[in-house]
C-alpha cells in the first residue's frame, strides 16, 4: 500500500473505529502527544494533549451512544516533499444515535495534519469547523 493509501485508510477509520467501538484501532491512528490537539465546531470543544482527548473518548464508548455511519467527501491529501508529513481537507458527515435519539452533524469541513513516526502514520493535529454562510440564524 502507497502512502496515500495509507493516510486515506487512516482518515476513513478515524470515523470508522466507533461503528464498532474499536479502541485500539482508535489508539493506532492518533499521536499520543501532550501536544496533539483538535479544534472541534463548538468552542467548548478544544482538545489538547492526548489525555484531553482520550476522556472524550469514554463519551464515545458510552453504550447509549451508536455511530451508524459516516461520509468522507472532497478528501484531499498533500504529502511533503521529504515524505513524512501530510495534510488534508474534507467534508464530513457524521451519524449516530444516543439512548435511541439520532443525532448528526452535516457538512463539518475537516482539516488535519499527520506524521509518518517509524513507518506508520498518525493524525496529530486536527480542526473541524462549520461554514458561517452555512450555520441556521
Known amino acids: 500500500m502507497n502512502d496515500g493509501d495509507e493516510i486515506r485508510k487512516i482518515i476513513h477509520d478515524s470515523f470508522g473505529w466507533a461503528l464498532t467501538k474499536d479502541r485500539a484501532l482508535f489508539e493506532r491512528i492518533f499521536t499520543r502527544d501532550d501536544d496533539f490537539f483538535t479544534y472541534y465546531p463548538d468552542s467548548k470543544s478544544t482538545v489538547v494533549g492526548w489525555k ?75 480542526h473541524m469547523s462549520e461554514a458561517n454562510d452555512r450555520i441556521p440564524k
Open 52 to 126: 484531553q482527548f482520550e476522556r472524550f473518548l469514554e463519551g464515545w464508548l458510552d453504550p447509549r451512544n451508536k455511530a451508524t455511519g459516516f461520509e468522507i467527501r472532497n478528501l484531499r491529501i498533500v504529502i511533503s516533499k521529504r515524505g513524512d508529513v501530510a495534510w488534508f481537507s474534507a467534508i464530513v458527515d457524521d451519524e449516530g444515535e444516543f439512548n435511541g435519539k439520532p443525532w448528526d452533524t452535516k457538512n463539518i469541513r475537516w482539516t488535519g495534519v499527520l506524521e509518518k513516526r517509524d513507518g506508520i502514520w498518525k493524525i496529530c493535529q486536527q
